[in-house]
């Protein structure tokens, strides 16, 4: 158990390595310097090499990478030169109100979506399952921020229950966490997208545990259709569930994105897309390795938790 | 006789599906007494499954009783509620399945698996169900029970795990216990130890069972009484002494003499049922067999004909028979052949002298010498490296003769479907040669290679997997010849309609895909495929294994009847004996990747000599009640041990009865018994020759033939 | 009742056929000893049964419908319902539905009906593009590195974990800040990296379908690699690939109404419905309903009836192969 742990933490190591390395060639295709935001677009061309040569930026590629890979062992992401400010310090900063915000979304569209796909495979082909499944696949194939805006066009102009945006008020992330009003259509309508998602998955999960012959035995032992799920079949459809989970915590980072933008949360996405719309080189580099750091833990994670919970991968 | 623990009573139980709805039981009647077990026989389809679940009310989803009545002493289970029919499940009323491994839940411990019940039903508390299940667990036999509580399902083997789902069902002393195929996924020689097991309980416990099958053998001796099932109906109930001698269902009869027996005479081809079962969501009017039986009448179409006979014997038939069906061939043109005369033996080749390679001189067709295979067994996830190896054939020497058909047994794990696969050359031996007339085809490359692989074809187990399901019959069939550029298209095609023909296929079939055909078909077709090249070899993998009994002797009799007519060399390979027997001139017993004895049918069935071939045969379940149950020994004991780490010296010597020291120090040779007959084998059963050349095993042997 | 019981074969040789055992049945006919093999059942093709599963599946039919309803209005619609979709009109802005503007118009003037329509067609043109870019790259570099295995499997698998941990929409946006307003742009950059999910399918498919005995069989009988490639495996992969068009095309109508929204659209005068929805939040909030429902909605029924087509397929394809 313990030389597998070690064996996938080192392979995820490799990984992250290889993610930098594409991540930083394709933004340096894309942004090859973060000198015209500095200063500005009508710079000479000579002003822009003498800023190029001062920071770095005239030597090869490959020089620049290590130096970056550098930096990134002392967990020094650059400076952002669009918001003058270290990149360490921004994310510092904007982390928290991002993971509060995925947090809770993931936490509570577990909470619906597990045994609702349960009860959805247990009451297969009755009007609540197609509801449900209708339910499931509209918002699945439902832009982020279109299912936001309708969530804010019914609650928060019709309705006028929550605003429709989070205001100036929200700066720290315990303002965050004490503004439920505010964070509420937030939460909802990212859960609501997660929601879609698992449900979906743990359906099909639970309906193929249901057409195991353990099912049959179980039930054949007397045990209640109750006992039968909670003691056989929630564990080992779950099992299954886990990974879909671990491959969710990036999107979160990325479905967090449209929805901060949409409601003007200060998080990690919405400084993200204020440094695309500025090419602030530091801060795009950062936040994508974040991303793919996020999808390799995640995947470890779940990885690990599979192997703790089912015999059959713990001991092979 | 007691009062009946079970009694079932005009039973129909209908499944709805989308669009159709299948009327899988119809009219039932049973009894099962205390301390008796009732055999229930029926193909795949036959619809004794879902017998067996009405009783418990398991159906599956959109089955339902729709009429009838099941009865536990005098509690009616039919219509109670599901609360009252749960505390009767797993408590009163238990069942086994047939698939131990997706039976048990995955990521439960056993201990806990076999506690469940206990604690369920008898409000044990959690100790209490552990010591029960400690108990059972020891009564069915698990070595080391107390250790084993806490392991998981996949960590046993599929005999130990068969035990375990045993403890399960006798945890709290069922009255009734319900065994549906409990024995089909295991090899003989388990099958054999689970078959005692239960019927040791049985009589300590005194449970009524019922003992769902589809294979005549495993009842023959276990069952006092047997009723056979066909299309959803019982259409003949009698003791199973009188049902095995004097039948008088058709289909009883037609399925007996359609069984491949060990003790009979391999020449007499087997009795053939035509044609297929009939689709259960419209099944025909009148007898349900009248479409597939030999004694149909205009009448058997129209009306369906009741349960009649005396009290004992009942039998749903408007033109009974009367016991077995005799079969005697009679050849027209030559009267001074006997009775009896083989099938085979009527077509233009006669089949080969048995004995050592051919006695002119010339080489056998195909030789193995010494070969060797063996599959890496890797760890680490980036570096494969090799750490071990399983040792799946290992030495193995022999040869075939032109036109002789040799079969190969031996149980799962012995080796003989990778030696089918060097046989081939779809793998290449790691050590050792493989060599057809001498040459070793399979080092060859190119077109070299492609024109020598025209000596050797093969047809595999699953029908379903052999065939390309995107391309038509009519391709499939004319690939060969397409490859090797034999023909133009025109004579490609008359080719092709010919083999379908050979093969009883009609020549509609031609345009049709796979998935249109019923395994029996596309096993036909999987033949007809493996003539197309003419080959001097063909290989069959267990070809009838996943076949369903009345089709298995179409099949078999036709692979016997080609493989005359074209005058090849065949290689049955099987883990049915009696298969092997009935298809081959001579048969080799491979045990743990090892030839253990070669020999012909008689000398492998009448004078074995390797303790593990008697052993073999004895455990093979034989259709005769009277064979059955004089039956004592168990067979074989323990498990199969591990091919990658196998046992020294004799590979069997950790099972077998006369193991002596010498047995894990020195590899036993192979001996020669008669010039046909051979064993590795320090202490064996017959007395060998008094030469010892032969004890470098069979190439040796060839040289030193009995010319 | 009783019947003869002793079944004896009578005739047997080369004049009753090629050595068939022939016993008589009591009922005076000859019964052979080797039978035919029964009546062949189904009469249908495998597509033709694919087609007969989808069809049976109302919810997919209902979705085909609707999607050549929209490829039709988006298509043909201009031809019928003319607009001006290049002069901006400050005279017209952001009108409410009319008799002359069915669906009003935006804060350019424009024609929200006729632009629903060119939006359209940008987004079923880019689905198409940046899928076919995608299934291509994917099959074959799932099929290379099925078929080549060993070591080079190893490391083009690993590249493909790799490029999967890097989340989809941040790449695209990243790669968008640099080529975006072209349909061609677009395609590609959304292509390049969908391509992912495929290769691995293709790759599991091909590794299943290489140990099959059908394949061994083509084997057996002297087929070059070639031919098993050609002849078997790639036929066989190729529903796995149909399948995944469809998901592929949904997923990146959604990518592009994100770019959009976001900002990184179509260039004037094309556009797309997420460009239409840029400034959503505005429109909604000064209760323009018509600048945003009726394309959100056209979306999210667009990529819906994908979704439930390529699950419906999924369903159909599965059925023809499994069907036993």
């Known amino acids: ?316 | 006789m007691a009062s009946p623990a079970l009694k079932v009573h005009d039973l129909t139980t209908e499944i709805q599906l989308s669009r159709a709805t299948v009327h899988a039981v119809g009219n039932v009647d049973l009894e099962i007494a205390e301390g008796e077990t009732l055999g229930l026989v029926g193909e795949s389809g036959s619809g004794k499954s879902i017998l067996g679940l009405s009783i418990l009310g398991l159906l599956p989803n959109g089955g339902h009783v729709t009429g009838g009545s099941i009865k536990l002493y005098d509690r009616e289970l039919v219509g109670m509620k599901p609360r009252e029919l749960r505390e009767i499940r797993g408590n009163d009323i238990a069942m086994i399945f047939q698939d131990s491994l997706s039976s048990l839940n995955p990521t439960k411990s056993i201990g806990e698996q076999v506690a469940e019940p206990v604690r369920l039903h008898r409000g044990a508390s959690r100790k209490e169900a552990f010591d029960r299940a400690l108990e059972v667990l020891e009564l069915v036999g698990l070595p080391r029970p107390r250790e084993r509580m806490a392991d998981y399902p996949h960590q046993l083997s599929g005999g130990l795990r068969q035990r375990v789902m045993i403890a399960i069902a006798l945890s709290c002393e069922p009255k009734v216990l319900l065994a549906d195929e409990p024995t089909t996924a295991l090899d003989v020689t388990i099958q054999a130890q689970i078959l005692k097991v239960l019927d040791d309980l049985e009589q300590r416990l005194g449970m009524a069972t019922l003992l769902v099958t589809h294979d005549m053998g495993v009842v023959a001796g276990r069952s006092k009484r047997i009723n056979v099932m066909y299309a959803g109906r019982i259409v003949e109930t009698a003791p199973s002494e009188e049902l095995f001698t004097a039948m008088r269902h058709p289909y009883t009869q037609a399925l007996l003499g359609s069984i491949p027996r060990l003790e009979s005479d391999a020449s007499k081809p087997l009795l053939s049922i035509p044609g297929l079962p009939p689709d259960l969501t419209h099944p025909p009017t009148g007898c349900r067999f009248a479409a597939r039986c030999r004694f149909a009448t205009d009448q058997c179409r129209a009306q369906e004909p009741p349960l009649t006979g005396s009290g004992d014997h009942q039998f749903a038939c408007w033109n009974p028979v009367e016991g077995p069906a005799i079969i005697t061939v009679v050849r027209p043109t030559a009267s001074s052949a006997p009775a009896g005369t083989v099938v085979a033996s009527v077509i233009n080749e006669p089949a080969p002298a048995v004995s050592a390679p051919s006695s002119n001189g010339s080489a056998p067709l195909l030789e193995l010498v010494d070969v060797v295979r063996e599959y890496p067994v890797t760890a680490g996830a980036l570096l494969k490296r090799k750490v071990n190896s399983v040792k799946a054939v290992s030495n193995v020497s022999l040869y075939v003769n032109p036109g002789e058909s040799f079969g190969l047994v031996g149980e799962s794990g012995c080796g003989k479907t990778s030696l089918g696969k060097l046989i081939v050359g779809i793998e290449k031996p790691d050590g050792g040669h493989v060599k057809v007339n001498g040459e070793e085809l399979f080092r060859k490359r190119g077109g070299e290679l492609r024109r020598a692989r025209r000596v050797v074809q093969m047809m595999f187990q699953d029908p379903y997997g052999s065939l390309d399901p995107r391309m038509r019959v009519r391709s499939i069939l004319r690939e060969p010849m397409q490859i090797q550029g034999i023909g133009s298209t025109k004579d490609q095609d008359k080719r092709v309609r010919e083999l379908l023909g050979e093969v009883g296929l009609p020549v509609n079939a031609l345009e049709r895909y796979p998935h249109e055909f019923s395994g029996g078909q596309r096993q036909r077709i999987a033949l007809a495929r493996a003539l197309v090249l003419e080959p001097k070899i063909m290989v069959a993998d267990e070809p009838v294994s996943a076949l369903d009994v009345s089709i298995r002797s179409q099949v078999l009799n036709l692979m016997k009847r080609l493989q005359a007519e074209h005058g090849m060399a065949s290689i049955v390979i099987s883990h049915d004996l009696a298969v092997v027997k009935y298809l081959s001139d001579r048969i080799g017993v491979m045990y743990l990747g090892r030839l253990v004895e070669l020999g012909t049918g008689d000398d492998i069935y009448r004078r074995a000599a390797h303790p593990y071939t008697d052993a073999l045969i004895k455990t093979i379940p034989v259709p005769d009640p009277a064979i059955e149950k004089a039956k004592t020994e168990v067979g074989i004991r323990g498990e199969l041990p591990s091919p990658i780490d196998p046992p020294s010296g004799c590979r069997f010597r950790t099972r077998c009865p006369l193991a002596q020291e010498i047995c894990a120090e020195v590899e036993p040779p192979m001996r020669r018994f008669s010039p046909s007959h051979q064993a590795a084998c320090h202490f064996p059963l017959q007395t060998p020759e008094p030469e010892t050349a032969a004890a470098n095993g069979a190439t040796s042997a060839a040289a030193t033939g009995v010319s | 009742m009783a019947e003869p019981q002793d079944i004896s074969a009578v005739g047997f040789g080369e004049d009753l056929g090629q050595g068939v055992a022939l016993i008589p049945a009591p009922s005076g006919g000859l019964h052979q000893l080797v039978p035919d093999a029964g009546d062949v059942y189904a009469t249908s093709s495998g597509w033709r049964l694919a087609w007969r599963e989808y069809a049976s599946n109302k919810l997919a039919l209902i979705a085909l419908a609707l999607l050549i309803l929209v490829v039709l209005f988006c298509f043909v619609g201009p031809i019928f319902y003319h607009s001006n979709q290049t002069l901006s009109n400050p005279l017209d802005q952001t009108q409410p539905p009319s008799a002359a503007h069915l669906l009003g118009t935006d804060e350019n003037g424009f024609d929200e009906l006729g632009r629903l329509m060119l939006g359209g067609q940008s987004a079923l043109e880019i689905g198409a593009y940046a899928s076919l870019v995608a299934i291509v790259i994917g099959t074959l570099y799932g099929a290379i590195a099925g078929l080549v295995g060993g070591v080079l499997d190893a490391v083009l698998m690993r590249f493909v974990d790799v490029l999967l941990s890097i989340p989809f929409l941040i790449v695209v946006l990243v790669l968008a800040t640099k080529y975006s307003g072209t349909v061609l742009d677009i395609s590609l950059v959304l292509g390049i990296f969908s391509w992912l999910v495929p290769s691995r399918l293709v790759r599991g498919e091909v590794l299943t379908l290489r140990t099959r005995d059908f394949v061994i069989a083509a084997q057996t009988m002297g087929a070059n690699r070639r031919r098993v490639i050609f002849r078997h495996l790639i036929p066989n992969a190729m529903s796995v690939t149909i399948v995944n068009i469809t998901f592929l095309i949904a997923d990146s109508i959604l990518a592009l109404a994100l770019l959009g929204f976001i900002g990184f659209g179509l260039q004037f005068p094309n556009t797309s419905w997420g460009d239409m929805l840029g400034n959503a939040q505005t429109y909604v909030t000064n209760g323009e309903w018509w600048l945003v429902y009726p394309v959100g909605g056209l979306l999210v029924i667009v990529v819906l009836c994908f979704n439930i087509i390529g699950d419906a397929l999924r369903d159909a394809v599965d059925v023809r192969l499994r069907r036993r």
């Open chain 1, 1 to 316: 158990m313990i030389g597998y742990i070690i064996r996938r933490l080192l392979t995820a190591v490799i990984v992250v390595i290889g993610v930098a390395a594409i991540t930083f060639a394709m933004l340096h295709y894309v942004a090859p310097s973060p000198v015209y935001i500095v200063l500005g677009t009508k710079a000479t061309h000579r002003a822009i090499e003498v800023w190029n040569r001062q920071h770095g930026y005239d030597r090869p590629e490959i020089i620049q990478f290590l130096s970056y890979l550098n930096n990134l062992i002392h967990l020094n992401f650059g400076y952002a030169y669009k918001f003058s400010q270290s990149v360490s310090a921004l994310f510092k900063e904007n982390a928290g109100r991002s993971a509060y915000l995925s947090g809770t979304a993931l936490v509570l569209s577990l909470i619906i979506a597990l045994p609702l796909g349960v009860v959805q495979a247990v009451k297969r082909n009755s009007p609540g399952d197609y509801a449900a499944t209708a339910v499931n696949f509209t918002l699945y194939s439902m832009p982020s921020f279109f299912l936001g805006l309708i969530l804010i066009q019914v609650f928060a102009l019709d309705l006028g229950w929550f605003p429709p945006g989070v205001s100036d008020t929200v700066t720290s992330t315990f303002s965050a966490i004490t503004h439920v009003r505010q964070l509420f259509l937030p939460i909802i309508t990212l859960a609501l997208l997660n929601v879609a998602a698992f449900s979906r998955y743990m359906r099909s999960a639970a309906l193929d545990e249901l057409a195991q012959d353990y099912i049959r035995l179980a039930r054949a032992k007397g045990l209640s259709e109750r006992r039968v799920l909670v003691r056989h079949l929630l564990r080992n459809a779950s099992l299954s569930t886990i990974t879909l989970i671990g491959l969710s915590v990036p999107s979160l980072l990325a479905g967090n994105l449209l929805i901060e933008i949409l409601f003007n949360y200060p998080g990690l996405g919405l400084l993200f897309y204020n440094a695309l719309t500025n090419l602030d080189y530091n801060v795009m580099i950062a936040y994508t390795l974040l991303g793919a750091i996020l999808t390799v833990l995640g995947n470890l994670l779940a990885d690990i938790t599979i192997a703790a919970a089912d015999p059959r991968v713990r001991l092979g």
